[in-house]
């Protein structure tokens, strides 16, 4: 088994290395020059347009909804617990490259949002399925149906294996069970194994509210993450806010320490390059995981937005990367860079970000941990939801519609969530981070072939906009 995982591991390495990294970003710079730098001149239209509903648009949910499903599933420990890994292992430079991530990320979100709903199939029951896997069958030719049958294969794999399940339920009952039982006082022997009762207690309760909610579907899980999302992203971004004006003294020196990290400034003699290096690779990386812009997955909701416009459902989708990582994570970048957390021996990983928060908060330690619990057990529940819609739908397009074969695997998917604290098989985690980069490649050769149809939809709306033959 041992050797198993080191395999598992290299090739984990191998596909989220420099190459694909490099290759997300290289689209994101090529869209930013084809669409003339339209997520900065367009972004407060779309801005506009996120709270803003279009009037008569086809579709299953709102505009808004639908970009609060994306969200569900970016919006989750990433944001918490990545960015303190990417600055600790990077240096605060890291956070620099990730706002570069994110800039040239909005445009590979942006002709994500507009290929989704362009190349959408909508049958009479208004019911929306679109995504990578129609815009390349649809968009790019019937002879590259393969190309859409291996993205959502793919698709499918990092829902329920890891990314979706195991990993975020994981982190849920790891969270609840620090705070509440750090010690393990309260175990349970369950197949030979001692687990903290309120591991226990936290699988059952995740589980029966998956259920609740992935039971109803796309709509049901619109209406939860239009709820959940803003609630814990504007309560966790007011928290961060009140650490920056209580330490507003310091933050000029933040920027200044992330800028010179990002270029090396701060490295000795002849270490600038490599110092260069890796901020750059943690934090483009980590920006990359973060929001998953260019990885195929946020278009998949997109295409159930209620628009006639793919122009206008783009813009939206944009300002998901923008909130993702422009807001949140800077946030937490900024709160870790000011008090001085990355740099705390024997620290990682929420750690660094609890450590954080109980430094520049005034509000005590066990206060600042509970904080931080809730929005990670938050987080990581509307990840789950947003993935079990996200597989469903690549499901269903293999399934061809089938139903039957969707309600099997949502319940999968919901055995997977329960079981998920009680697996600790290192590979399973590897095998979701693997399905997660393979759902890349399909999505970035479909946005490269098509970003003509991108650019042409593009000019039409804006046009027609102008002349007013369309209202916003």
Same mark, same amino acid.
């Given at each position: ?19 694909? &990294?490099?290759? &997300? ?15 900065? =001149? ?20 709102? =505009? ?24 600790? $292992? ?9 706002? &570069?991530?994110?800039? !040239? *990320?909005?445009?590979?979100?942006? %002709? ?38 291996? +993205? ?18 994981? *982190? &849920?009952?790891?969270?609840?069970? /620090? ?74 020196? $933040?920027?200044?320490?992330? !800028? ?7 490295? %000795? ?24 812009? *260019? ?12 628009? /006639? ?47 954080? !928060? ?10 600042? =941990? ?51 604290? !009680? ?8 095998? $979701?981070?693997? +399905? ?9 050769i479909a946005l490269l072939a098509l970003s003509g149809v991108v650019a042409k939809e593009t000019k039409s709306y804006f046009a027609r906009l102008k002349d007013g033959n369309i209202k916003e």
């Open positions: 088994m041992e050797s198993f995982t080191k395999i598992l591991g290299k090739i984990d390495d191998f596909v989220w290395g420099v190459p694909l &990294i490099v290759l &997300i970003l290289l689209v994101g710079i090529f869209l930013t020059i084809r669409l003339k730098g339209l997520q900065i =001149s367009k972004l407060p239209k779309a801005l506009k347009y996120m709270v803003k509903n279009e009037d008569g648009g086809v579709g299953e949910v709102t =505009s808004f909804g639908a970009l609060c499903t994306a969200l569900s599933a970016t919006i989750g420990t990433g944001n918490i617990v990545g960015v303190a890994t990417a600055i600790c $292992a990077g240096g605060a430079g890291a956070l620099f490259w990730m706002w &570069i991530a994110a800039l !040239f *990320g909005m445009a590979t979100k942006y %002709a994500e949002g507009v290929l989704a709903v362009k190349y959408r199939v909508i049958d009479k029951d208004n019911h929306s399925l679109g995504g990578p896997f129609y815009y390349i069958e649809n968009g790019m030719g019937s002879k590259w149906k393969w190309l859409a049958v291996l +993205f959502a294969i793919f698709g499918i794999g990092a829902g329920i294996l890891g990314i979706g399940t195991i990993t975020q339920v994981n *982190g &849920i009952t790891s969270a609840v069970n /620090n705070f509440f039982d750090a010690d393990n006082s309260w175990t349970v022997n369950i197949f030979g194994r001692d687990y903290s009762w309120t591991v226990v207690i936290g699988a059952i309760v995740v589980t029966a509210f998956v259920a609740l909610v992935v039971i109803g579907g796309i709509k049901r899980i619109s209406q939860v993450s239009q709820v959940i999302v803003p609630f814990m992203a504007i309560i966790y971004v007011i928290f961060c806010i009140i650490l920056l004006v209580l330490n507003a003294k310091h933050i000029p020196a $933040a920027f200044k320490e992330i !800028f010179e990290s990002a270029f090396g400034l701060r490295a %000795a003699a002849g270490g600038a390059l490599g110092t260069i290096i890796i901020a750059m690779q943690k934090g483009i990386a980590r920006g990359i995981f973060s929001n998953e812009a *260019g990885l195929g997955s946020a278009p998949i909701a997109a295409a159930a937005a209620q628009t /006639n416009e793919p122009v206008r459902q783009g813009l939206v989708s944009m300002t998901g990367t923008f909130i993702d990582t422009i807001v949140i994570c800077t946030m937490t970048g900024l709160s870790i860079v000011i008090t001085g957390a990355h740099k705390v021996e024997g620290l990682e990983g929420v750690g660094v970000t609890t450590r954080a !928060f109980v430094d520049g908060l005034p509000f005590g330690s066990n206060v600042c =941990s509970f904080i931080l619990m809730v929005c990670l057990v938050f987080f990581a529940f509307t990840t789950i939801l947003g993935w079990d819609y996200y597989s469903e739908r690549c499901l269903e397009y293999l399934a061809k519609g089938k139903k039957k074969v969707v309600l099997v695997y949502r319940w999968l998917y919901i055995l997977a969530v329960f079981i998920g604290p !009680f697996l600790t098989v290192a590979a399973v985690w590897t095998i $979701a981070d693997i +399905f997660n980069a393979l759902m890349a490649l399909p999505n970035l």
